[in-house]
């Protein structure tokens, strides 16, 4: 559905499963899209957000029968499209993508195809992989994080994806070594519930090669935990949403410090400024600055907050 949104020249906006009905209709009323795609299981929520915000919307769902064939279904009066595909440019939007950052509500982050194709192939030459991979998707593909690399990037390689309903504790290790997973991403919860695992358990991940955490903060303790249990290392990085969304990642060969973010992706530029912008000197204190072909068009709807955050070309 998302490619073929991305297809028509259209513009996606996900939204969590985990939204309530509330939070649903704020976004969609904010977004005013045309049409939504909706799973058979989150329709009530989702038609109970729409009635909250008194926002009307064609709903198409999204199901399997019982022979485990996907189905789409939509209301009997909107026809299948006959229009030509539109022509895409790099510079069009491609997703917005709701992020609640640290302040105030939800903003909504517009990536365009540039943005996001750039930032994975940074991350194609600061990782050593290839069509031969086999990645795990397990990462929401609502969350920035999970589209670009647990999903665009292997398909810009040509690799392949094991796509899981998220990290369930009785399908993950048997995916992994039924498909032969090599790259493995997720979030430090999970990495801090695979170190304490069974040894048993354990010998399910010997296919991965490497580990990559991101998302949020991985504790050293995690990481100096998990590094006795499993043969490959665990890589952190860093990113947000309003750069497509990495920036930076411990390097699988080369210098790895527990506890940092590693180095910048190549065709990114990082550089940390004080209080009244000017550049700090090495092993100084301030905010981090970010700029590249990742870094987003700007925020929906919300020129002030875009001016707020990026200034000549730094996020």
């Known amino acids: 559905s998302y490619l073929a949104v991305f297809k028509l020249g259209a513009v996606a906006v996900p939204l969590s499963t985990s939204f309530t009905p509330a939070e649903i209709g704020a976004l969609l009323k904010?977004?005013?899209?045309s049409a939504g795609i909706v799973l058979d299981?989150?329709?009530?929520?989702?038609e109970a957000g729409?009635?909250?915000?008194?926002?009307?919307?064609?709903?198409?769902?999204?199901?399997?029968?019982a022979g485990g064939n996907m189905r789409y279904s939509a209301p009997e009066n909107v026809a299948p499209s006959s229009s030509a595909l539109a022509e895409v440019?790099?510079?069009?939007p491609a997703v917005?993508?709701?992020?609640?950052?640290?302040?105030?509500?939800?903003?909504?982050?517009v990536l365009s195809h540039r943005n996001i194709i750039s930032n994975a192939i940074s991350c194609s030459a600061a990782l050593p992989v290839s069509q031969d991979d086999v990645f795990i998707t397990l990462i929401p593909m609502y969350h920035s994080f999970g589209f670009t690399?647990?999903?665009?990037?292997?398909?810009?390689?040509g690799a392949t994806c094991v796509v899981l309903p998220g990290p369930k504790k009785d399908l993950m290790p048997s995916a992994v070594k039924r498909f032969g997973v090599t790259v493995f991403v997720g979030i430090p919860a999970l990495f801090g519930i695979m170190a304490r695992a069974e040894q048993s358990?354990?010998?399910?991940?010997?296919?991965v090669r490497f580990f990559v955490s991101g998302a949020a903060p991985l504790p050293v303790r995690t990481i100096e935990t998990f590094s006795t249990k499993y043969r490959a290392p665990l890589l952190e990085g860093y990113g947000l949403t309003e750069a497509s969304p990495v920036v930076s990642l411990n390097p699988l060969d080369g210098v790895r410090k527990n506890g940092s973010v590693g180095l910048p992706l190549p065709g990114v530029s990082v550089k940390v400024v004080g209080e009244e912008g000017?550049?700090?000197?090495?092993?100084?204190?301030?905010?981090?600055?970010?700029?590249?072909?990742n870094v987003m068009s700007g925020y929906f709807r919300d020129e002030v907050a875009t001016k707020e955050r990026i200034a000549d070309g730094w996020l």
């Not at 440019?89 to 069009?92: F, G, M, P, V």
């Open 149 to 157: 690399v647990c999903t665009m990037l292997p398909l810009l390689l």
């Open 41 to 46: 299981g989150l329709l009530s929520t989702v």
């Open 30 to 33: 904010h977004s005013q899209p």
């Open 89 to 92: 440019l790099s510079a069009d």
């Open 201 to 207: 358990t354990v010998s399910s991940f010997d296919t």
């Open 50 to 65: 729409l009635a909250q915000a008194e926002f009307k919307l064609t709903l198409i769902t999204v199901g399997w029968d």
């Open 278 to 293: 000017e550049e700090m000197p090495s092993g100084g204190i301030g905010e981090l600055l970010v700029k590249g072909r």
């Open 96 to 109: 917005i993508l709701y992020t609640s950052g640290t302040t105030g509500s939800p903003k909504g982050v």
